[in-house]
C-alpha cells in the first residue's frame, strides 16, 4: 500500500510564500507523476500542476510564474513552492502521485493511484 503525506501548509499575508511537501511511502517501485491539485471551499478540485519521472512539469495558468512544482525521486518526494501568494490561493492541497508498488517482490507489480489527506493554504491579510 502506498501512503501519501503533505505538510507545509499554513497562513500567510498576500504576497509571501509557502513550501509544501508530499512524503511517499510503502513498497514503491516507481513514481511516473507527482502532482498538486487544490480545492477551494463550493468549488472542485482542480490541477495545480504535475511532474514527471523525467522532470516534465505541466501548470495550471493562474499559478504559472509564481508556483514551482519539484521532487526528489531518492527521497520519493515532491515539492510545490509558491510565491507571490494571492487570497485566490486559498484551498485545502492535495498531493497526488500514479506508479507501480509491489507487495512481496519488485517484479510482482501493481498500478497505483494515490491522494494524500491534504494541507490547508490560507491567504490573507
Known amino acids: 500500500q502506498v501512503r501519501l503525506v503533505e505538510s507545509g501548509g499554513g497562513l500567510v499575508q498576500p504576497g509571501g510564500s509557502l513550501r509544501l511537501s508530499c512524503v511517499a511511502s510503502?513498497?514503491?517501485?516507481?513514481?511516473?507523476?507527482m502532482g498538486w491539485y487544490r480545492q477551494a471551499p463550493g468549488k472542485q478540485r482542480e490541477l495545480v500542476a504535475t511532474i514527471t519521472s523525467d522532470g516534465s512539469t505541466n501548470y495550471a495558468d493562474s499559478v504559472k510564474g509564481r508556483f514551482t512544482i519539484s521532487r526528489d525521486n531518492a527521497k520519493k518526494t515532491g515539492y510545490l513552492q509558491m510565491n507571490s501568494l494571492k487570497p485566490e490561493d486559498t484551498a485545502v492541497y492535495f498531493c497526488?502521485?500514479?506508479?507501480?508498488?509491489?507487495?512481496?517482490?519488485?517484479?510482482?507489480?501493481?498500478?497505483?493511484?494515490?491522494w494524500g489527506q491534504g494541507t490547508q493554504v490560507s491567504v490573507s491579510s
Open positions: 510503502g513498497n514503491i517501485f516507481s513514481i511516473n507523476i
Open positions: 497526488n502521485a500514479e506508479g507501480l508498488w509491489y507487495i512481496n517482490a519488485p517484479y510482482e507489480r501493481f498500478g497505483f493511484d494515490t
